[in-house]
Structures are given as C-alpha cells and as structure tokens.
C-alpha cells in the first residue's frame, strides 16, 4: 500500500493503457482514415464478438480457471445455426438450436473439471477439440451458406442509428455486469478463485459454481458464435480459430489474474479494446493480412509481459521466488 | 454458569497418515464460560476444534449437542446448530472487500424473491458491527488491501454476526496488537455473560488465566485433564503440557566455541532486520528469540540469499560474502532448515531417498550421473543415525509422521556438510519423543564443531539449548546474552519490547 | 513391497491397454497384425512421440508448453524454404533446429525470469510462431526435398525405418538424462516442490530456460522428421501436436503437476493414440471423425489415469 501512493498515480495507470494510447497516436498518423466516425464504428463492431466470449473466458479464469474450448465452439454453433437453417427451422428455433448446443458444450466442460476432476485445460481442449469434430462432420469440413435476413440484422442492421453488434455486446456485458456484481453468483465466482475453502465452509456447493461457471462461458461463446455466423453469412467449424487466444489475451491484458480470483470482466473492455484497435489499425494501415497473425501475437504477449512488471513493481512484491 | 454441557464430544479418535493426531479425547463446554484447551503445537488442539466446527469428521467418538448425539458433515451442519468459529487458517476471500467477506452467502437481498444483493445494507450493517470492536474500515476495500490484524478482525466479526450460541476461537490473538486483543477480550467477556459457551484455544498462559474458565489441557493427541483455571499454577499448567519439568529437557554437553564462523555488520534485509550485528562461532548455538513478525525469519532469509540485503557485511569465516542465492550459500557451507518444512523443506510426494540428497546431489555425484542405489544408501545411513522411521526409503515423505518428516529435512541439510546451519523452528509441530531427539542432534552437531543458530518461539527450549541469545524485537536486535545471564522474564520482557526504548505497539 | 506393487498398477493397465487395442484391431481387421502394418504404426508414433519427449520434462516441472505444434510447422518450414533456395543440406537443418530452439528458449525465458504464467507465455509464442510460418509461406505448399533429406523420414536399416531408430535413440537419451543425472534430478525436485527445491540450492530459473529450450528442439526435430517424410511442409503440419502431445505425456502418467513421470509412458501414450488412428483408418472411417474419437479418448484415458493414481495411494 504505502509503495503505491509513494509511486504516485501515474504509474498506476497499466501499461495496456498506454499502449492503447500509443496505437490510437501512431495510427492517427500513418492511416488517415483511423479517426474517422465510420472506422471507430468498424473497431465497436469487431469488438462486440471479441467482448462478449472474452468475458466469458473471464468468469472462468477468475475462478483459477481456463476456457480453450470457446473458438471451437463458436465454430460449431455456426455450423449448427446454419444446418437448422438449411433444415427448414425457423430462425428464432435455429438461434435457439445453436446457444443450446454451446450451452452444453460448456457444461460438459464444467462437468469434466469440477466432477470427473480433470485439469481444466485438458478437459476444455479435448471436449473443444470434440464440438471441432462434430462441425467438421456435420459439414464434411465445408462452409454453409446461411443467409437469414434476421441473421444477417444482427450484423447489418441498427437501432436507433446503433449497429445491432454493438447494442448486443453491450446488453451482453450489462447483463454479466449484474450477474457479476449485483448477485451472489459473482461472489461465488471470485471466491471460488480466491478462497473456495472460505465459500465451501459457508455452505456453497462449490462444484454446482463451477459447471454454472463453464456453462455461460460456453454459452456467451455461443452467443459470439451467432454473431460470427451472421458477418460471414454462413456457418464453418473452423470459423472462428484462434478466438481463445484473443480472448485469453484480452483477459490478462485487462488485469485479471490466474491468482485469488485477482480481476473482473470491466477490466477485460480494456484488454478487448486493444486487440480489436490493434487489428483494425492494421487494415487501415494496409499491413498485410500475413503479417498481422504474428504481430498480434508479439503485441499482445509483450503487453502482458509489461503487465506482469509492472504488477510486480506497484505490489512491490518481489518475494523469493 | 449453568452446569449442562451445550456441546460435548466424548472419546474422539482422529488418525491421519503417520500420526494419531486425537486418541480417546474427551471435552465439553457450557453456555456463559469460556473454556480454554491449550497443549504444544501438534498436541491436537486445531484437529479437536476442526472437528467441532465441522471441518473434519472424527473417526470415533460421539458428539453430543445439549445432550442428543448430532453428526456434524460439514461446517454448515455446524453453523445450523449455533456452532461458529473462527479458523487457524485463512478464511477471506481476498479480492472480496470487508462487507461481501462479511456475508458471505447470506448476502441482505435488496427484493424479495430476486437474487439482488443490496449492497448499502450490507454495508452499513458491516460497519455497525466492526464498530462494535471499535474499528473504522472502509468497507468497501478488498480484504488482500487489510494489514493480518485487521483481517483477523474481520474474521472474527464474520463469525460474531452470526450471533453463534457456541463460539470456537483457535488462536484468535496470534496476528493481533495489544488494543485489539483487549477488545475481543471485552466482547468475549460480553458473549460470555449473554450465555455464549466459548472454545478458546491459546498457548499464553497470561492469556489464558485473563478470560478462561476451566482448561482441558491435551499432549500428543490423548487427554490429560481439565481442571479449573483458578486451580492450578502455571508450572502446574506446563507440566500436564509438557509432561516433565522443563529443567530435564535440554541436552547440553560441554561445548568449546572456537573461531568465528559467520558475522553481520550493520546487516539489513528488505522488509527484515535493520543494522543487525551479529556473530555466531564454530561449536556453539546460538538462539534468536523474538515474537512472530519481530524480523527473525527475514534475517536468515537474508543470509541464505532470499530476501535482498539493503545494506551491511555478512562475513564468512572472515571473508566477505554477498549473498545471492541459496545455491551460492550452500556452496559456502551454509544450510538453513526452514520454519515451513512443507513448503521450503520437503518434496512431498517424492520418496526419503530424493529427500535427503535434494541439496547434496552434485557433491555426490560429481561428474553428473546419478547412481540411484548409492542415493539409496545414503538415504539409510541418515535413517539408521537419525532414527527415522520410515518401512523403506522408498516411502514417499508425506506418509511420515511430522517429526519424522523433519529429520528428512536435517537429514538433508546434515548432507550437505555444512558447517554453518541455521535451524529456523525446529521443533515446531512435532510431538515431544521426537523433539528430544532433535535436541540432541543439535547438541552434538555444535560439539562436532560447528556452528548453529536457531529461532525459536519456545522460551524455554531457546534458554535451554542457546549458549548465547539474541532479542530481536521490531526487526532489531535489542539484547544478547549468555546462557547462565538470561532467564524466561528478562527475554520476555525484552521480545515485547519493555526496557529497550523503542515504542511498543505489539503485544 | 505391497507398495511397490501398487505403484506398477498404473504401467501395468496401460500396457493391458495397448494389447488390448491390439487384440481388438487383429481380430477386427486381419491386415492389423502385420509387419507392414505393425512398423506403419511405430512410424507414425515416432513424431508423437518426439514432440513428447520434451513435453515430458517441461510438464515434469509443473510447466506446460502449448507452442509445440506451432514449432514444429515453423521448423519445417523454416527448413523446407531453405533447402529450396539451395543451402546444403546440414546448414538448413542447423538453422532450422535453432530457430525452434530459440522459440523454446525464449519460452523459457518468460517463464523462468520474467515469470508469466507458462501457459500464457507458450501459447503466446504458439500464435508468433505459426504467424513466422504463414509469413515464410505465403500459404503455400513447398515438396520436393533432396533424397538424401528425405531418407530421415523414409529411409531403412536393414528392415528397420530410420524414423524409429532416431526416436528410439532420442527416447533412451531422454530417459538417461531425466532420471539418471544430476539434473535430470533436479527437474524432478523442481516440479515437486519449487520452493523447497530453490531452497536446497537448485537453480531454478536455469532448469526452467533449459526444458523448455529441449522443448523448443524436440518439436523442432519432429518438425524436420515430418517434412522428410511427407516430402512437403505446410502451414498447418504443426496443429494436430498441440492436444496429442500433451495427450501422450498426461495418458503415460506424468502429473501436470509436476515431478512425477516418466518419458517411457509417454512412448505408450502417444503408441496408444497412435493405435486409434490406425484402427480408425484401417476401419475405413472417415477422416473428419478422427478429431472427434480421439477427443474423447483422450478424457476418458486422462481420467482413468486419474483414477488409477488416486487407487494406487
């Protein structure tokens, strides 16, 4: 405490701050066309999917624990949204279909780690690499078309001059922003990382908590899985590759940590703001698309390296090991 | 006081892997008496509490509840007949803040029937009840932010709340100052006169003779007698603890100090001791007694090449030595048996054999192939000369006893010949047979010729066995003295910082 | 004794495993048990099996290393665009191991000095390196290698492919090392209990540079083995190591805990995943549902072994 307030209040202002900072600088020079209205509603637009299965991924490592699964199930749901659709279901029924299929892709995760007592990224990764099958099977590994007006509106579409992308992201984050903080389920998540012992003795199923935990990751994966469906207008199991990364990235980038429950899905805008400026600045710019999967990775694994210093520096707490 | 027990437990046995930890104990409390149940660390205090809250399951024995036999499955069991306590260990959720650690599952809901947490309630209520200790905390802080008092406060505050007709407190005083112990004290008096039965369970026997009623005294696991407070004496007191008078303990044969093996000047570690001056010489033990927080442990962690060292000279035998790292130290002939054998000493689920050449592997093995039945015979050599008992040294260590897993840890530290070893509690949790052993070996060690400094919070075991003493008291050292100089009452008075100028704000 | 006995209970079922798949595969497809066959499927188990080797240490100090894959491919291509710009054989290989022994070391580096999270350390240098592998190929395909490249993966001793006789070299090299040398040792105490092994004057941060550094090899080494055999190296070789190789490692017993394990029960776990491939193609099962099978094998092996562990104590 006392080293905080003798660093000052600057210092405490993370580095993913500056660092945003610093993209927003550079990218007003080199491409004009970053600071205009139309491309800061393109950078909203690419974050709403990003943000809402990162915070889903935040619930999870809040509790000490590790969602990998999310990309392949967005893949999946898809898939699944696009086939109800080619089937002859009605929209509503096919959206259904698909948040249920990633509804319960998640509680396969939570059942994995918290009964049959498997390490959570095992357990994520294989039940993920499975919901990956089934859409590569259901699909013999093609693209769908998926053209539904209503599909389509979630992208396309706007209310009140707001893009429909945006207002569900933000809805989205309301929403766990009252499960989170206003409801004794949000207490059980960060106590399950930071103390389940405490919460146990309280009388807390611990276990119950945890499934819950993975269900509305997977279902929040699900929810960015529509979305992901809607922009590219069909559905693909290997649509959405790669997402966990930049979900878990924007996680620790934000400030929550695998530690005690440290953390909070406000935090995580931060850490989604960042990636999707980064890559937004990067088209306008015209860097080649090649040249952005590594260079996402370096900037994003260099923040979280700042981070981890700068944590250390404030908290002062360079204990032995 | 009424005379009907509200709790009882009539011959609880629990056996954990390698130790009988309860064997046939015996306790009961009434409403409106505080009744006290002290014994040496690793006497079963914490395991028999454990058990009245819930926590652990007794193998045998029955637990009677105002006279019907209850099963207690779980803390909540516990909690719905009125029984609440306040753990040894952590119980706060640290990212949680004071008021949500408060009430924690019995959060005040802002409407019926919706699951809303209403958050001003929670706080003012939270506030009303840490003002009842007379503590003013923002409520809203997370309890990570709090200092080890307060958060012990606000444990115990949590438990309060509940308004508990049973209150089990296990060494609720260990991590509070002076003002905030007289405080639970008044509450505790408070409860007590509106018929709260009172577990409480100390090792100070001031403490104890300011609020208890009886005492139950345990040693080993197995019960030794309950006898009110007013009774007995002290001595009385130590030896149902101990089961001998103290003088008989300590093995002390003639030693000869020679040259000087280690020297601090004006040494100072980060968050540790400041401009300690210090000398230990071949062939003697030398004690560190302070309280818990007075810098002990961050001095030798400072010398083993932890904890940075801000400033100050650390002398090896007349050479001057930075310290960097353990591996350095160990290469100096340095060792350090740490407080925490579980955590710093031990690799739990490796067997003895890997236990006991952990830090000796290379001067064994000095081309780098191990040979694993050389390590084998070594690992047997220790456990015939330490009298470790173990079926094999092929036993993995967490299935010993804890006196047995501490003589792995010297066992490693005595191969790694070093001539300088720093024993931080070394009988800290392990029964009494063991201890004398551990005694001895010390003793025979400083007779070999070499050098030995030990921290201990045992007054006795440090008047004892040191043949000179350093106080440290708010991470400085105040006092040194000869063995034959010191008695209980001067170092006491010194670790609490009476007659040493320094202003006092622990207990 | 009795104990002794108990803790061979784990082996022994994993071995009953592997013959059990394989009575279950002759008796279902009679093209199984043979020598063709029999060789195919150590062949195929040698990459996996490679991969794991260093998995194996950097999992026995409680780490993980989820760039694998992502090494590999890099190496592969890495090598694939050298050898076709024309550089003699031995100079591409070298560069090739270096760069992933580089990734591994800078691995190692972020974990052991910087102290990330090894997980978010790895699989942050997993997404570098396949974005270094998409740059070199500008999503293409490069074949056609020298033969004498090619004989690494393809070529025979005797009756015996070379693939088996490097990996079965490397498994027993790996092997000595991890249990029979000083520091091999000290990785186990590291994953046992870090701060007890930091206090009895292991270096820590060096031990945790160096597994992950083998790491960064082996899966480079692998990477190499692949192109050799394939006679091609693509974007995407590396994907399908990341989730088999952890797989083979936790399925042959070691704890992602940390010190306790061994590199020959990672030879029967990645046998073993090996063995469901093959039983699966031989079946004539499509490829797509590959994925899905082995998924589930996996949990279900990883959890038996978890049952087997908790019995055995």
């Known amino acids: 405490m006392q080293v905080k307030t003798l660093l000052g209040q600057w210092r405490q202002i993370p580095p993913a701050i500056w660092i945003v900072v610093l993209m927003c600088l550079i990218y007003g020079k080199v491409a004009p066309g970053f600071f205009t209205l139309s491309n800061l509603t393109n950078v909203a637009m690419q974050a709403a999917p990003l943000l809402i299965v990162a915070v889903g991924v935040t619930t999870v490592i809040l509790t000490e624990g590790i969602d990998l699964s999310v990309g392949f199930i967005m893949g999946l749901v898809s898939v699944v949204v696009s086939l109800l659709l080619k089937a002859g279901l009605g929209i509503w029924w096919a959206m259904l279909g698909g948040l249920g299929a990633g509804f319960l892709c998640g509680l396969t995760n939570g059942v994995m780690v918290a009964s049959v007592g498997l390490p959570p990224f095992i357990a994520t990764l294989g039940v993920g690499s499975m919901a990956y099958g089934v859409g590569l099977v259901l699909t013999e590994g093609q693209s769908i078309q998926a053209l539904d007006p209503v599909l389509l509106f979630l992208t396309n579409g706007s209310l009140a001059g707001v893009n429909m992308s945006i207002i569900l992201a933000a809805a989205v984050f309301g929403i766990c922003w009252l499960l989170m903080y206003e409801t004794a389920f949000g207490r059980n998540v960060i106590s399950l990382g930071g103390n389940p012992e405490a919460l146990r003795v309280v009388g807390v199923n611990t276990r119950r908590v945890s499934i819950l935990v993975y269900g509305v990751s997977g279902l929040l994966a699900a929810v960015a899985g529509l979305l992901v469906a809607s922009r590219t207008g069909s559905g693909y199991a290997a649509a959405a590759m790669g997402w966990d990364f930049d979900a878990i990235g924007a996680t620790i980038i934000g400030g929550t940590s695998f530690e005690e429950g440290k953390g909070g899905i406000g935090k995580t805008v931060l850490g989604v703001l960042l990636i999707s400026i980064l890559r937004n600045g990067l088209n306008v710019a015209g860097v080649h698309n090649m040249y952005q999967f590594a260079l996402i990775g370096l900037v994003v694994l260099g923040t979280i390296v700042l981070d981890v210093r700068f944590r250390q520096t404030v908290e002062g707490g360079l204990k032995a090991q | ?507 | 004794m009795n104990r002794n006995v108990r803790a061979l209970i784990a082996p022994i079922f994993r071995l009953t495993f592997v013959a059990a798949l394989c009575i279950a595969l002759t008796i279902m497809n009679e093209n199984f048990l043979t020598w063709t066959n029999i060789i195919n499927v150590l062949r195929q188990a040698t990459l996996l099996v490679i991969v794991g080797l260093g998995l194996t240490a950097v999992i026995l100090t409680a780490g993980i290393d989820l760039s694998v894959g992502g090494v590999l491919a890099l190496v592969g291509c890495t090598t694939a665009q050298l050898l076709k710009s024309g550089l003699p054989i031995p100079v591409a290989v070298l560069i090739g191991l270096a760069v992933g022994t580089a990734v591994g070391f800078l691995n190692g580096v972020m974990v052991g000095v910087i102290k990330l999270p090894p997980f978010v350390a790895t699989y942050g240098a997993k997404w570098i390196a396949e974005g270094l592998a998409l740059l070199l190929m500008q999503g293409q395909i490069i074949f056609g290698f020298p033969s004498s490249y090619r004989w690494v993966g393809v070529g025979y001793v005797g009756p015996i492919p070379v693939p088996i006789i490097l990996t079965a070299i490397l498994v027993l090299a790996f092997d000595f090392f991890l249990t029979k040398t000083v520091v091999g040792r000290d990785i186990y105490a590291l994953g046992s209990n870090r701060d007890a092994a930091y206090y009895s004057g292991v270096s820590v941060c060096k031990i945790t540079i160096l597994v992950y550094t083998l790491s960064g090899l082996t899966a480079g080494i692998a990477g190499l083995l692949m192109t050799a055999r394939l006679d091609a190296a693509e974007l995407g070789m590396g994907e399908p190591f990341l989730m088999q190789g952890i797989a083979s490692v936790v399925m042959g017993g070691t704890s992602l805990l940390g010190g306790e394990g061994r590199v020959t029960g990672t030879v029967i776990g990645a046998i073993i995943l090996t063995l469901v491939v093959n039983g699966l193609n031989l079946m004539g099962v499509p490829a797509l549902w590959h994925q899905i099978v082995l998924g589930a094998v996996i949990l279900t092996a990883v959890f038996i072994d978890l049952q087997m562990k908790k019995w055995a104590n």
């Open chain 2, 1 to 507: 006081m009424s005379s009907q027990p509200i709790l009882e437990a009539r011959g609880i046995v629990k056996q954990f892997p390698g130790v009988r930890a309860l064997d046939g104990v015996n306790f009961d409390v009434r409403p409106g008496e505080v009744h006290v149940l002290i014994g040496e660390n690793g006497a079963g205090k914490s395991t028999l509490s454990k058990i009245l809250m819930g926590v652990i399951a007794a193998d045998e024995g029955e637990i009677l509840f105002e006279g019907r036999p209850i099963r207690l499955r779980s803390p909540l069991d516990a909690r719905q007949h009125g029984i609440g306590g306040v753990y040894q260990e952590f119980m706060l959720v640290p990212w949680l803040n004071v008021a949500q650690n408060i009430f924690l599952n019995r959060e005040p809901r802002r409407w019926k029937g919706l699951p809303f947490v209403d958050h001003r309630r929670m706080h003012e209520e939270s506030r009303e009840i840490l003002s009842a200790f007379g503590l003013e905390v923002d409520t809203r802080l997370p309890v990570k932010h709090l200092d080890t008092a307060l958060q012990q406060m606000v444990e115990i505050s949590k438990v309060l709340s509940t308004s508990p007709r049973v209150l089990v407190l296990d060494e609720p005083t260990a991590m509070l100052t002076d003002r905030e112990v007289s405080r639970l004290f008044e509450r505790i008096e408070e409860l007590r006169r509106q018929g709260v039965a009172i577990v409480y369970i100390s090792h100070r026997l001031q403490e104890i003779r300011k609020i208890g009623d009886r005492v139950t005294v345990l040693r080993d696991g197995r019960y030794v007698g309950t006898v009110n407070i007013r009774d007995v004496s002290d001595d009385q007191l130590v030896e149902m603890m101990v089961g001998r008078s103290i003088s008989q303990m300590y093995p002390r044969s003639r030693r000869a100090p020679g040259a000087e093996a280690l020297r601090l000047q004006g040494f100072s570690v980060k968050g540790g001791p400041q401009e300690a001056d210090f000398v230990v010489r071949y062939g003697e033990i030398v004690g560190l007694a302070g309280l818990v927080g007075a810098g002990r442990t961050e001095l030798v962690r400072g010398i083993f090449g932890i904890d940075p060292i801000q400033k100050g000279e650390l002398l090896i035998d007349g050479r001057k030595v930075t310290p960097r790292s353990p591996n350095q130290m160990i290469q100096l002939g340095v060792g350090l048996l740490s407080e925490d054998r579980k955590r710093f000493g031990l690799a739990l689920k490796s067997p003895v054999h890997w236990n006991t050449v952990m830090a000796s592997l290379r001067r064994h093995f000095p081309r780098g192939v191990v040979r694993e039945r050389k390590v084998q015979s070594i690992a047997r050599e220790y456990v015939e000369k330490l009298r470790i008992v173990t079926p094999s040294v092929l036993r993995q260590v967490r299935y010993l006893s804890g006196g047995n897993q501490q003589k792995v840890v010297m066992a490693k530290w005595l191969d790694t010949k070093a001539k300088i070893l720093i024993f931080d509690e070394p009988t800290r949790g392990i029964d009494v047979g063991a201890k004398a052993e551990v005694h001895a070996l010390m003793d025979q060690l400083a007779q070999e010729g070499n050098a030995i400094i030990m921290i201990s919070s045992d007054l006795p075991e440090v008047l004892g066995m040191s043949d000179r003493i350093y106080v440290l008291f708010q991470k400085r050292i105040v006092g040194e003295f000869k063995h034959g100089e010191a008695n209980q009452e001067k170092i006491a008075s010194l670790m609490l910082g009476i007659g040493t100028g320094v202003k006092t704000n622990a207990s």
